[in-house]
């Protein structure tokens, strides 16, 4: 079987889906800040056990996009993943997450595995996560912008207000919870 490449449009595409995985890290944050009543967290709230699924869901939503954002700036992967190294002249860094994160996110997000149900949750912040994240994207959005879409500004703009959004949302994020 032919070794998968993946077309211009396919790579424009991607490059969409990998600035909305990016959106999607902000979820949670968002969740605590904006949506979350205040009473959420009392017992006594009606819907106090509807507030910590939603927050659960939030999380999780948040990490399994950053394992999507880390898969794609690895180099290994499935024959028809895109990948950031498929992008012609970019120069990919390689993943964010160490080997240990990787897995931990494998064993305790993705999977259903013996460590998942044996421990009864693992506490995650993802911050810093997120930081990383938004290195490797603000590297490949600068090449989305400069070199990728170099002849299309009207696309060049909609990357630019995206691109600020989320720079905005990562010094709220920073703001609110510091740096770990």
């Known amino acids: 079987m032919s070794k998968y490449t993946?077309?211009?449009?396919?790579?424009?595409?991607?490059?969409?889906?990998?600035?909305?995985?990016m959106l999607q890290t902000f979820a949670h944050h968002l969740w605590l800040r904006h949506f979350k009543p205040t009473e959420g967290d009392s017992?006594?709230?009606?819907?106090?056990e509807e507030c910590h699924i939603v927050e659960r869901g939030t999380l999780a939503s948040v990490l399994v996009n950053i394992r999507i954002i880390n898969d794609f700036f690895s180099h290994n992967g499935f024959?028809?993943?895109?990948?950031?190294s498929q992008f012609?002249?970019?120069?990919?860094?390689?993943?964010?997450?160490?080997?240990?994160?990787?897995?931990?996110?494998?064993?305790?997000?993705?999977?259903?595995?013996?460590?998942?149900?044996?421990i009864e949750s693992m506490a995650y912040c993802p911050l810093d996560f997120i930081i990383?994240?938004?290195?490797?994207?603000?590297?490949?959005?600068?090449?989305?912008?400069d070199e990728f879409?170099?002849?299309?500004?009207?696309?060049?703009?909609s990357v630019c207000r995206?691109?600020?959004?989320?720079?905005?949302?990562?010094?709220e994020i920073q703001d609110c919870y510091g740096s770990q």
């Open 88 to 118: 012609p002249n970019f120069q990919n860094p390689g993943p964010f997450l160490t080997k240990d994160e990787e897995t931990n996110l494998n064993k305790h997000i993705a999977h259903l595995t013996k460590e998942r149900v044996s």
């Open 6 to 21: 993946p077309t211009k449009l396919d790579l424009a595409n991607g490059w969409l889906k990998l600035r909305g995985c």
């Open 149 to 157: 879409l170099n002849n299309e500004p009207s696309r060049e703009v």
């Open 43 to 48: 017992r006594e709230y009606p819907l106090h």
């Open 79 to 84: 024959e028809t993943d895109i990948r950031a």
């Open 132 to 145: 990383r994240a938004n290195e490797r994207f603000e590297l490949f959005a600068a090449f989305i912008k």
């Open 162 to 171: 995206e691109w600020d959004r989320i720079k905005m949302l990562v010094r």
